[in-house]
């Protein structure tokens, strides 16, 4: 069984990368943070998934765009502006000697706590910032044949209870999805909206194509993702009619392809869902669609990250 979309192949030059930790630049086993950090207590933070090619961070001002609107959301002060947080990236990149084939993990906690009690006011110290580069591309399995998924019990909930367009640290919700669906047997998990819905996945974005055309979430009970509005301005530059919409699963089993999208592995085939085959299923790999719009995201990927020098 896979691990979801984020499967990938064990690369020994992790084993030696550097970390920043507060713009020091820390080797593995010394990148940590303090037990009284407000991330390690209770999650309180925000993070971006961010894909480096060519040199360069693909889409990297809509992630900065989310990660900062994320942060004043929850009335966190990151410390840094853009210019500076992107100069950080960019020397840890560059200390590591990495242009392609690399995920970073950045992510911002409001700092540390004078004791572990969630008020924000108990913050004593600046936020923490963590940059971790890792070289960790998708298995060539999990492009080829995609993801089984499962739909769990578990709801995207509204946004007056914790509003899912938030990339925060508290994951738990998406966790106890990942569980379930793991538990089923599938990779990932399908999550519906509090009205039954589909929603999302518990950490990529769903569509699904019928009858010549592109269906994904309304969006208002999941993450403002990166790829998906990529995904979505791509297929209507094309000509695809591509709809944000409410679709049961009804509609789901039914459909001639569906995919999943994320930042890591960019769009990645589903062979089945609930138990009904979609598509060509696990043998069939990438419907045509699924197939075309891969094309389409691999030139923008291309376009957007100009070959650069490892330099800021």
Known sequence: MAKGTHEHALDPR?????ISVNGALKPRAEAVVSVFDSGFILGDGVWEGLRVHNGGIAFLD???DRLFEGA???????GLSREALTERLFETLAANGMSSGVHIRLMVTRGVKSTPYQDPRMTITPAT???????KEPTPEVITRGVRLFTVHVRRG???VQDPMLNSHSKLNCIT?????????ADEALMLDPHGFVATCNSTHFFIVRKGELWTSSGRYCLHGITRGNVLSLAREAGIPAHEKDFSLTEVYSADEAFVTGTFAGLVPVFEVDGRTIGGGR?????PMTRR????????????CSPRELAV
């Open 283 to 287: 043998e069939g790999g990438p419907g």
């Open 158 to 160: 509204a946004p007056d």
């Open 293 to 304: 719009l891969r094309e389409f995201y691999a030139t923008l990927i291309e376009r957007e």
């Open 129 to 135: 910032i963590v940059i971790i580069p890792e070289y």
């Open 62 to 64: 809509q992630h900065l």
């Open 14 to 18: 992790n084993e030696t990368i550097l």
């Open 72 to 78: 004043k959301a929850i009335d966190m002060d990151i």
């Open 177 to 185: 999805a990942c569980i379930q669906a793991a538990k089923a047997g």
